[in-house]
């Protein structure tokens, strides 16, 4: 049952401290179905806890000691307590969103216990409107953020009549693969042994396994300057030491409006999500007196139809890359700044074509997994990372979903602020909206909130300044 | 504004991780004032999020840093949150104490955050039957238990229509001491130097300040056995070592009734105290066919009538001493018990005033701070503690107390579990009941919960034994 952790998600675990927990996180909002009762959420939650047969990746436990020589390996938790994992949770009144953001920011802000597997569910209850909330947390040593939510996905139905349906932490030998979610080929996503679910390099598994080798890669791909990265990005609030406490905020806008402002300027949909972000930023840090003179710098995973990644990329292909943009937040005018991030990540995917794979892998590596790269980083004398955030844009599934016959009606996620980077915005479409979640330190990155209010300004801001 | 902590104080911090959080905790439950709205518990948050002026003691947080040689200091918290601090909690339904039980639980469980302020409160709404919960937490490096609950306690009054009283985090130079409460001298609690407060060892200052010098006391005082001090207490499940998640229960039961079996045998009510929990013990270990043969062992801290120290005892006096107590848990009948247990009290605390003032400080130290004391006791060729567990019971007020026409029904201590000591019980008293608060790991310790019906059986049994 000892199996060693690969050296990627033995370094998430090395890399955790009490300030920088390594886990990501998904919030889920769904409609209770027809004719559910009064006590509807209680018996969910009875009938997720009676699970008897738990499914390999959630009974994993990392473990080390003498006999392992000290290094990490995964071992089964004999002492399985599904209660430590599932629990049920409730908001107080008057049970808003804001509410349940609070509570989701505090869930996230504690670190997972490492004697058990590294995973909890939480089951709320309380929001004013009757929905239903589900915040799912799992540690980066598992899974990535993008395949924490595909698990996520991966155990719902398009067919609102579906009954017995399993929990996802459920082992489903006969489990028929739910129509309409992403493709995973042969395999449902829980039966992969861990090390197959750590993409977070999004490099081969050879590359992952030679950090030594890694670092002379970076070392070199960085230095190397090309368009598509720029060593300046400025010193904003975002790029401090964090502390270990977090604010998450989410909120999610039709795609077809986000549609309309692309197609009015030959802007991609994934442009049009930076450009809202980049206005939202823009006056949130000029609300604090805090905006640079020049243009903040995102980090934004784009695909390139290539087969050496698990992880996926705006484009709905494998990102093999990353693109260093240029968010325009230096320029007043929505139009402008939208114009200028279309251009920016026009030439990014043209350098970065014409990269040599070392460097893309260098790349890519420095945007996936910036927190076990920045000692690394440091220790080259380069000082700071090249860009201020990162912005991960992931599709989903396209079509309305269910859990029992229950709706999903909208998924968040929630991701890991580090040192240097202590705002993360990662988005995610579902249904025709997409969906943006903000994680951050709540100390560093104050008032986190007042972006949603900014994303949706920008929105409103764009649609008129580009007359749709 | 910067002070250096006691080396106690400090110990804690040291002695901290993943699996001991060095925290103490109190849960209160608050009756609501007549008319209150539906809208009291979040308007009573509100009120108590928006004070001003914080009593230094809560604006304190441990910093350490070269320029502080590594050491640890108190510095004030510049970028004070009071929204970290203060944090506004429901149940889920059905909002029995179940929920609140396990709430508290986990809540407990969590680490605080050694960047702010040591301490957390939470205000817990949704119990069914309409009462007011409050958990309060604080470092122990801050305060004791005993004077956690003192500081809870301090800032109630005796008068049920007195308004505008402040939150207990709230500076009051100005503040008329509240009637009723325990007699703290001349100084509101939180006004003291957080040093004052540091009483964790019951001893001295100055022997506070030399582990070195405490390190030969102990040993000498522990080799130089009395009667009181047994280093033979058997090997139990409460013995091992714990996990970072908690279990908490809590319940009370009526002091009438443990009196009238105390007088029926002569027995002094902490007596009674100690057999509850004998008789819950064994009955808990019996049914995990985990009962030691020989008499678990209970570390019991004394009044002794003396000024060294600020800790209580049971007596209502300072304790500084601690008697080692039989719990005759090898005994069937509940009569024998109580009868065995007066008896280890009688000679144990006869033994302790016998012992010279060396040895009593050996026997405190070890009682008041095992979890700092345990690895130095280890380097002494001590491989455990003498004793199975620590028994606390510390006399709170008599009369009944409101907060802002609030009255307060219950309180119940939380205390840390250790490596070796898996399961703490303290007791309170309060308005004419006995509080019992029972904080395990909830992995060493299963069912936790059941205890509290086994102290229910007991107390009947005990009835029932000596005919009352």
């Known amino acids: 049952m000892v199996a060693p952790l690969d050296p990627t998600s033995a370094a998430f675990l090395y890399a955790e401290n009490r300030s920088m927990p390594m886990h990501v996180g998904g919030l889920q909002l769904f409609k209770k179905p027809e004719g559910a009762g009064r006590d509807y959420i209680r018996e969910m939650y009875d009938e997720m806890r009676q699970v008897e047969d738990i499914a390999p990746l959630y009974l994993k436990r990392p473990h080390r000691s003498i006999r392992t020589a000290g290094q ?50 939480h089951i709320i209850e309380g929001l004013r409107d009757g929905r239903v909330a589900m915040y799912h947390k799992t540690h980066h040593a598992v899974v990535d953020g993008i395949s924490a939510m595909r698990l996520l996905a991966s155990v719902l139905s398009t067919d609102p009549d579906e009954r017995n349906m399993p929990a996802m932490w459920a082992k489903q030998p006969e489990r028929a693969r739910p129509t309409g979610t992403v493709d995973r080929g042969e395999h449902s996503l829980s039966d992969l042994p861990v090390q197959a679910l750590r993409t977070a390099l999004g490099i081969s598994a050879e590359a992952a396994g030679m950090p030594a080798a890694l670092v002379k890669t970076l070392s070199k791909g960085l230095r190397n300057e090309t368009s598509s990265l720029s060593l300046y ?22 795609i077809d409006r986000l ?35 020049t243009s903040l710098v995102a980090m934004v995973p784009v695909g390139l139809k290539a087969k050496q990644s698990q992880v996926a990329s705006a484009e709905g292909g494998n990102a093999v890359g990353s693109v260093m943009v240029q968010l325009a937040t230096d320029l007043p005018d929505p139009a402008d700044r939208l114009a200028r991030i279309h251009q920016s990540m026009v030439d990014g995917k043209r350098a970065l074509s014409s990269m040599t794979p070392v460097q893309i892998m260098a790349m890519s590596a420095l945007g996936q997994a910036p927190a076990i790269l920045a000692p690394i980083l440091r220790m080259q004398g380069i000082v700071r990372p090249p860009y201020n955030l990162i912005i991960s844009n992931v599709p989903g599934p396209r079509t309305t979903h269910y859990w029992n016959g229950a709706q999903l009606l909208g998924t968040y996620p929630l991701s890991i602020p580090i040192n240097g980077m202590a705002l993360n915005i990662t988005c995610t479409s579902y249904d025709g909206n997409m969906a ?27 649609e008129r300044a580009v007359g749709v």
Chains 1, 2 share one sequence.
């Open 233 to 254: 990005a400025p010193r904003t609030i975002f790029n401090q030491k964090i502390t270990g406490s977090r604010r998450f905020a989410a909120q999610d806008w039709p």
């Open 436 to 462: 943006f979640g903000l994680t951050g330190c709540r100390r560093t990155v104050p008032h986190l909130q007042r972006l949603l209010t900014h994303l949706d300004d920008e929105v409103k801001a764009l």
């Open 72 to 121: 990490w390996v995964w071992v089964e938790d004999e002492q399985f307590d599904i209660e430590h994992h599932v629990r049920h949770s409730a908001l107080p009144r008057p049970g808003r969103i804001r509410e349940l953001l609070e509570l989701t920011s505090r869930l996230h802000g504690t670190r997972l216990a490492r004697e058990r597997p590294l995973w909890e569910s």
């Open 259 to 293: 549609r309309a402002i692309g197609r009015a300027t030959g802007a991609t949909l994934n442009d049009v999500v930076l450009a809202m972000c980049s206005g939202a930023m823009r006056t949130y840090l000029l609300e604090l007196d805090a905006l640079p003179d």
